[in-house]
């Protein structure tokens, strides 16, 4: 379901102690005409920011004792388009203006959905990550669809993209979210970008479909892997040495079906990473 939520304005002292007026729409917008070239600022990286939403998202969501949602590269694309597109066009819906729906967008992008898929998004002046999914979770029954996605348990994977413009500090956000038939995501540490542990935790989709059997694998053949009991939530010891670790995965029901495989990285390092790592090091199941 698109959901749709009433014009908002809210007052916030940013980090500096500087008030700022934050004008928070999701229908229709008056906008400054320097947003019409949506330049993004080079010393920003909106990467980041999709991932810290991400991250942020997770985190929500285990707060509620939710299992995390897989970063789907494709619905990253969707809702990165979507926030751009925005931008450029001076609105804030999900339709488009001639028209185009979320289900299209998805469905144009090669995304194809169960009857469960949904969409946030949000805009304002000098707004984080943080401010976004923060205001989307604090609607309030029954006009609370943004935070119904958020703590959905019909959605499997989402997407975060985040358009910033240079010269207003208008930033546009959008979560795309999704549930594909017989796609059953494993998701590493609640899809964390790096680790200086060993040990990471694992969680893996596929109870709804019955699965009596999973198997787990660092190599895409599961040479020498088997088969064990199946549970949601395991944990794997990563291979000896820092750098890049993908996690494969299997699920099987008691018919003998298989579903699989998909996969999910992580970066071992021997020390913590106090920054923000570049997405291209995480990549995703296809």
């Given at each position: 379901?698109?959901?749709?939520?009433?014009?908002?304005?809210?007052?916030?002292?940013?980090?500096?102690?500087?008030?700022?007026?934050?004008?928070?729409?999701?229908?229709?917008?008056?906008r400054p005409a320097s947003l019409a070239t949506a330049q993004e600022p080079e010393d920003i990286n909106t990467q980041a920011?999709?991932?810290?939403?991400?991250?942020?998202?997770?985190?929500?969501?285990?707060?509620?004792?939710?299992?995390?949602?897989?970063?789907?590269?494709?619905?990253?694309?969707?809702?990165?388009?979507?926030?751009?597109?925005?931008?450029?066009?001076?609105?804030?819906?999900?339709?488009?203006?001639?028209?185009?729906?979320?289900?299209?967008?998805?469905?144009?992008?090669?995304?194809?959905?169960?009857?469960?898929?949904?969409?946030?998004?949000?805009?304002?002046?000098?707004?984080?990550?943080?401010?976004?999914?923060?205001?989307?979770?604090?609607?309030?029954?029954?006009?609370?669809?943004?935070?119904?996605?958020?703590?959905?348990?019909?959605?499997?994977?989402?997407?975060?993209?985040?358009?910033?413009?240079?010269?207003?500090?208008?930033?546009?956000?959008?979560?795309?979210?999704?549930?594909?038939?017989?796609?059953?995501?494993?998701?590493?540490?609640?899809?964390?970008?790096?680790?200086?542990?060993?040990?990471?935790?694992?969680?893996?989709?596929?109870?709804?479909?019955?699965?009596?059997?999973?198997?787990?694998?660092?190599?895409?053949?599961?040479?020498?892997?088997?088969w064990q009991s199946f549970d949601p939530i395991s944990t794997w010891t990563l291979s000896p040495g820092p750098g890049q670790?993908?996690?494969?995965?299997?699920?099987?029901?008691?018919?003998?079906?298989?579903?699989?495989?998909?996969?999910?990285?992580?970066?071992?390092?021997?020390?913590?990473?106090?920054?923000?790592?570049?997405?291209?090091?995480?990549?995703?199941?296809?």
């Amino acid at each position: 379901m698109e959901s749709g939520i009433k014009y908002k304005s809210l007052l916030r002292i940013n980090n500096l102690g500087l008030l700022t007026i934050l004008i928070l729409v999701a229908v229709g917008i008056a906008r400054p005409a320097s947003l019409a070239t949506a330049q993004e600022p080079e010393d920003i990286n909106t990467q980041a920011l999709d991932w810290e939403c991400i991250r942020l998202t997770n985190k929500l969501r285990a707060k509620h004792s939710l299992p995390p949602l897989k970063a789907e590269p494709i619905l990253i694309g969707t809702a990165r388009a979507h926030s751009q597109d925005m931008a450029v066009r001076g609105y804030v819906a999900h339709t488009t203006p001639e028209g185009i729906k979320l289900l299209n967008r998805l469905q144009a992008a090669g995304y194809h959905p169960t009857g469960y898929y949904s969409e946030n998004i949000f805009a304002g002046w000098q707004v984080t990550p943080e401010t976004a999914i923060q205001w989307w979770y604090d609607e309030e029954p029954p006009d609370d669809w943004h935070r119904r996605n958020l703590l959905s348990v019909n959605l499997r994977e989402f997407g975060c993209g985040v358009h910033l413009d240079s010269d207003s500090a208008y930033s546009y956000f959008t979560q795309d979210f999704g549930q594909r038939p017989g796609v059953f995501p494993v998701i590493i540490n609640r899809e964390a970008v790096s680790t200086t542990r060993e040990t990471v935790s694992l969680y893996l989709y596929g109870q709804s479909w019955g699965a009596t059997e999973m198997m787990f694998s660092e190599n895409a053949n599961f040479e020498g892997a088997g088969w064990q009991s199946f549970d949601p939530i395991s944990t794997w010891t990563l291979s000896p040495g820092p750098g890049q670790k993908t996690i494969y995965a299997q699920i099987r029901n008691a018919s003998g079906e298989v579903r699989g495989p998909v996969f999910d990285s992580i970066l071992a390092m021997t020390q913590p990473y106090r920054g923000y790592l570049p997405l291209i090091l995480k990549p995703f199941d296809s």
